[in-house]
């Protein structure tokens, strides 16, 4: 969920998005260990609970070459404020509110052909964003001065202007939103035909997706802030209809383009737009009555289920999408980082009350359960949509707290059976971040990944040792990730049914000890299903035991 701050620019480039939440670098934020302290049970029961975990989870927007070479990345996504009014034709977008609303010319290596290539060429899947807010760039020049949406020569005052550029302001007098701008100053008009004409450029370009080209198509990027963030070319607060009619006949577009790509939408940008029109604001309201009362999720998987319905039972919706950023602080101090750990909880748990402006303290809403709500809500108005998280970031990538969270919520997303997910501000490769991923996608240094198939795991408390577990197709091994989230070593017992044990456990632990490589540590010995281990605090543990 989005805070209602501004956000910095996102530039699309050839490697995903140029803008990250921390800054590089490596850092040890944790308390030294105690003495070690008896911890939770855990137990494992590979007969039950059992799915199959989307290796689509492990997304990314951008990353690193050799990190997504090494972690095999499954999906990557072009998106992001930019891409609201990329066009296409010329390679130019417009930062919006995230930098003067300014058109920038992309150079060869960062368009959208060098990113779809980049990606097909190392075999990741690619999400492509197609404008749906009815303008694009137009014909820009490639270097300052900028075609820019609030010019000091039609808007003289305001709060700030480029210093590079000094005649592209920030479209504020006084911390008010000017209006008044012309669209004519940036972009060009279009319509899903537009999007139509991309799509078909692309398969042109690398084929359709049944054979290799771009498989998903995004619905724009959080189009119910467009009255924000593109505030000069659409200032207007977006109702359902808008929303509705622009993602039903864009979606129809795609779909005569390339028949086998699949469409994502509405990529929402937090809480509000999760339950509310930009016409409603944050709760329900005048729009949401004239719409049956359903709220704007609820509302737009019904109108794609109509859409379809009425159109002979095609599908035009694959993937409902939300973006999901925890309402807390960057800050890496002990409150903060108790704060992170304890906010996953907001992805799926019904005793969890969020502890911002969306609990008690502000709107004063529901337990989120966040994934549970979404799958849910598909499952009520359109049947077999698969659900998305396309940008989401727990923050502190540089500590071992942020590596921590991360790890907790790949694990409740393997759990949970989300379809697909793409954090946004991905950590650098000497990140304990990036860490948290290699424990999913290379524990060993040599390809080592957890299970596909998601079993029953439970721990006596998972807010202090938590546990994930998953069989994997290939061999048939059971794979286990352990998180202590506490300060202290434990100790704890582990319980195992519904697999032959092999009698030992290969470990692997990533913690403080060394944030800069995963440890193969000894093995744990199995008998009769049971095995008591001692896990280090703040620490990260993957168990693999092969099948007898």
């Given at each position: 969920?989005?805070?209602?701050?501004?956000?910095?620019?996102?530039?699309?480039?050839?490697?995903?998005?140029?803008?990250?939440?921390?800054?590089?670098?490596?850092?040890?934020?944790?308390?030294?260990?105690?003495?070690?302290?008896?911890?939770?049970?855990?137990?494992?029961?590979?007969?039950?609970?059992?799915?199959?975990?989307?290796?689509?989870?492990?997304?990314?927007?951008?990353?690193?070459?050799?990190?997504?070479?090494?972690?095999?990345?499954?999906?990557?996504?072009?998106?992001?404020?930019?891409?609201?009014?990329?066009?296409?034709?010329?390679?130019?977008?417009?930062?919006?509110?995230?930098?003067?609303?300014?058109?920038?010319?992309?150079?060869?290596?960062?368009t959208l052909e060098s990113?779809?290539?980049?990606?097909?060429?190392?075999?990741?899947?690619?999400?492509?964003?197609?404008?749906?807010?009815?303008?694009?760039?137009?014909?820009?020049?490639?270097?300052?001065?900028?075609?820019?949406?609030?010019?000091?020569?039609?808007?003289?005052?305001?709060?700030?202007?480029?210093?590079?550029?000094?005649?592209?302001?920030?479209?504020?007098?006084?911390?008010?939103?000017?209006?008044?701008?012309?669209?004519?100053?940036?972009?060009?008009?279009?319509?899903?035909?537009?999007?139509?004409?991309?799509?078909?450029?692309?398969?042109?370009?690398?084929?359709?997706?049944?054979?290799?080209?771009?498989?998903?198509?995004?619905?724009?990027?959080?189009?119910?802030?467009?009255?924000?963030?593109?505030?000069?070319?659409?200032?207007?607060?977006?109702?359902?209809?808008?929303?509705?009619?622009?993602?039903?006949?864009?979606?129809?577009?795609?779909?005569?383009?390339?028949?086998?790509?699949?469409?994502?939408?509405?990529?929402?940008?937090?809480?509000?737009?999760?339950?509310?029109?930009?016409?409603?604001?944050?709760?329900?309201?005048?729009?949401?009555?004239?719409?049956?009362?359903?709220?704007?999720?609820?509302?737009?998987?019904?109108?794609?289920?109509?859409?379809?319905?009425?159109?002979?039972?095609?599908?035009?919706?694959?993937?409902?999408d939300q973006h999901y950023?925890?309402?807390?602080?960057?800050?890496?101090?002990?409150?903060?980082?108790?704060?992170?750990?304890?906010?996953?909880?907001?992805?799926?748990?019904?005793?969890?009350?969020?502890?911002?402006?969306?609990g008690p303290s502000g709107?004063?809403?529901?337990?989120?359960?966040?994934?549970?709500?979404?799958?849910?809500?598909?499952?009520?108005?359109?049947?077999?949509?698969?659900?998305?998280?396309?940008?989401?970031?727990?923050?502190?990538?540089?500590?071992?707290?942020?590596?921590?969270?991360?790890?907790?919520?790949?694990?409740?997303?393997?759990?949970?059976?989300?379809?697909?997910?793409?954090?946004?501000?991905?950590?650098?490769?000497?990140?304990?971040?990036?860490?948290?991923?290699?424990?999913?996608?290379?524990?060993?240094?040599?390809?080592?990944?957890?299970?596909?198939?998601?079993?029953?795991?439970?721990?006596?408390?998972?807010?202090?040792?938590?546990?994930?577990?998953?069989?994997?197709?290939?061999?048939?091994?059971?794979?286990?990730?352990?998180?202590?989230?506490?300060?202290?070593?434990?100790?704890?017992?582990?319980?195992?049914?519904?697999?032959?044990?092999?009698?030992?456990?290969?470990?692997?632990?990533?913690?403080?000890?060394?944030?800069?490589?995963?440890?193969?540590?000894?093995?744990?010995?199995?008998?009769?299903?049971?095995?008591?281990?001692?896990?280090?605090?703040?620490?990260?543990?993957?168990?693999?035991?092969?099948?007898?």
């Amino acid at each position: 969920m989005r805070t209602r701050r501004q956000r910095k620019w996102r530039g699309v480039t050839a490697g995903g998005i140029a803008a990250t939440l921390v800054a590089a670098g490596v850092t040890a934020h944790a308390a030294p260990a105690l003495a070690a302290a008896t911890g939770p049970t855990l137990s494992v029961d590979v007969s039950a609970a059992r799915h199959p975990i989307s290796p689509d989870i492990y997304g990314l927007n951008g990353a690193d070459p050799a990190f997504a070479a090494e972690i095999g990345l499954p999906v990557a996504r072009w998106g992001g404020n930019a891409s609201s009014r990329y066009n296409f034709k010329n390679h130019t977008y417009n930062t919006g509110s995230d930098w003067y609303f300014e058109n920038i010319v992309d150079a060869p290596e960062n368009t959208l052909e060098s990113f779809v290539q980049t990606n097909r060429d190392r075999g990741t899947k690619q999400i492509v964003t197609v404008p749906m807010i009815g303008w694009v760039a137009k014909d820009s020049p490639p270097s300052h001065p900028f075609a820019c949406g609030f010019p000091a020569t039609r808007f003289p005052a305001q709060d700030s202007f480029d210093q590079w550029d000094p005649n592209c302001g920030n479209g504020m007098l006084d911390g008010t939103n000017l209006t008044g701008a012309d669209p004519a100053d940036t972009s060009i008009p279009v319509g899903p035909s537009f999007d139509g004409e991309m799509v078909s450029h692309l398969v042109s370009q690398f084929g359709p997706a049944a054979r290799g080209g771009v498989r998903i198509y995004e619905l724009d990027n959080e189009p119910v802030l467009w009255s924000s963030t593109h505030r000069d070319v659409h200032p207007a607060a977006v109702t359902y209809d808008e929303l509705g009619g622009k993602g039903t006949a864009t979606a129809a577009a795609v779909k005569v383009a390339d028949p086998g790509a699949a469409v994502l939408g509405p990529s929402g940008w937090g809480y509000c737009e999760w339950v509310a029109s930009g016409a409603d604001g944050c709760a329900p309201g005048a729009d949401a009555a004239a719409h049956g009362g359903l709220n704007l999720s609820q509302w737009y998987l019904k109108n794609m289920k109509d859409y379809s319905d009425a159109h002979g039972g095609k599908r035009f919706l694959d993937y409902f999408d939300q973006h999901y950023y925890p309402q807390i602080s960057g800050g890496e101090d002990p409150d903060s980082d108790a704060l992170r750990l304890r906010s996953t909880r907001s992805l799926w748990d019904p005793t969890y009350v969020d502890e911002s402006w969306i609990g008690p303290s502000g709107v004063n809403a529901p337990p989120l359960q966040f994934i549970r709500t979404m799958k849910a809500w598909v499952a009520q108005y359109y049947p077999g949509t698969k659900v998305a998280i396309t940008e989401y970031n727990w923050g502190a990538l540089d500590d071992i707290n942020g590596a921590l969270a991360e790890a907790d919520v790949l694990g409740i997303f393997g759990r949970e059976g989300l379809d697909l997910a793409t954090m946004w501000g991905e950590p650098q490769p000497a990140q304990p971040g990036a860490y948290a991923f290699r424990m999913y996608r290379d524990y060993d240094g040599a390809g080592g990944r957890f299970g596909d198939v998601s079993v029953s795991a439970a721990s006596s408390d998972q807010g202090r040792l938590a546990v994930y577990a998953a069989q994997r197709s290939s061999d048939k091994a059971l794979t286990l990730t352990v998180i202590n989230k506490t300060d202290q070593d434990l100790t704890s017992t582990l319980s195992i049914s519904g697999f032959r044990c092999p009698g030992t456990a290969k470990r692997f632990t990533y913690s403080p000890a060394d944030l800069t490589s995963i440890a193969r540590d000894g093995d744990l010995t199995v008998n009769r299903g049971s095995a008591t281990a001692t896990y280090p605090a703040n620490s990260i543990t993957t168990l693999v035991l092969p099948r007898n």
